[in-house]
């Protein structure tokens, strides 16, 4: 199985801040990285696709970038309603799919 | 307006048998390219993947768990359903059915849609 492992596993930050977040594969996946948002209570929510790609409907604050075994989710400015869990995916191997553990952002 | 929703029993006892519905509006599984996945998330904890089918009938499976899951789909009722045996408490997880709209190729098997889980918990 494809380990993914994401840092760091909770972050404080302000709003209006520049965030990112890590996740790295424990091979090459090359950009075959998703990115989902997870609010309290709620099912997650897809923000980045293929590493780079913003899911319709997403802020253009969000984005994503790495291929190969890196990979990084950054919000440029952050906004009260991006305090979340984000969690990263990777697609290339799907026997199985694979999630990271979680980072939890939360407000300074 | 495309959703998905989960149904089963909120508890079930240890080693029996659970049985999980997703119930989808909006699109159909028998379109090429569809596919409708099984993922779990304990409290407090990350996200699981347990199995997937497509619209050509395929199932993956979890290599963990697949001795455990059947997945199955009854394309005329918009329905999957995932069969789980012999639950133990550290089943106890929210579940979530999602769906994949591009999954003629597996790199693109990213989940754009999700229901809004149901929690099962195992106790006697």
């Known amino acids: 199985d494809i380990q993914m492992t994401q840092s760091p596993s909770s972050l404080s930050a302000s709003v209006g801040d520049r965030v990112t977040i890590t996740c790295r594969a424990s091979?090459?996946?090359?950009?075959?990285l998703n990115w989902y948002q997870q609010k309290p209570g709620k099912a997650p929510k897809l923000l980045i696709y293929?590493?780079?790609s913003l899911q319709s409907g997403v802020p253009s604050r969000f984005s994503g970038s790495g291929s190969g075994t890196d990979f990084t989710l950054t919000i440029s400015s952050l906004q009260p309603e991006d305090f979340a869990t984000y969690y990263c995916?990777?697609?290339?191997?799907?026997?199985?799919?694979?999630f990271g553990q979680g980072t939890r952002l939360e407000i300074k | 307006q495309v959703t998905l929703r989960e149904s089963g029993p909120a508890l079930v006892k240890p080693t029996q048998t659970l049985t999980l519905t997703c119930t989808f509006s909006?699109?159909?599984?028998?379109?090429?390219?569809?596919?409708v996945s099984w993922i779990r998330q304990p409290p407090g904890k990350a996200l699981e993947w347990l199995a997937l089918?497509?619209?050509?009938?395929?199932?993956y499976y979890s290599t963990s768990l697949k001795t455990r899951l059947t997945i199955s789909k009854d394309t005329s009722k918009n329905q999957v359903v995932l069969t789980m045996t012999n639950m133990d408490p550290v089943d106890t997880a929210t579940y979530y059915c999602?769906?994949?709209?591009?999954?003629?190729?597996?790199?693109?098997?990213?989940?754009?849609?999700w229901g809004r889980g149901t929690l099962v918990t195992v106790s006697s």
């Open positions: 293929a590493a780079s």
């Open positions: 089918i497509d619209w050509d009938d395929d199932k």
């Open positions: 999602a769906r994949i709209k591009d999954g003629y190729n597996s790199y693109n098997w990213y989940f754009d849609l």
């Open positions: 091979q090459s996946i090359s950009s075959y």
């Open positions: 995916q990777q697609s290339y191997s799907t026997r199985p799919i694979t």
């Open positions: 909006g699109f159909s599984l028998s379109t090429s390219g569809m596919c």
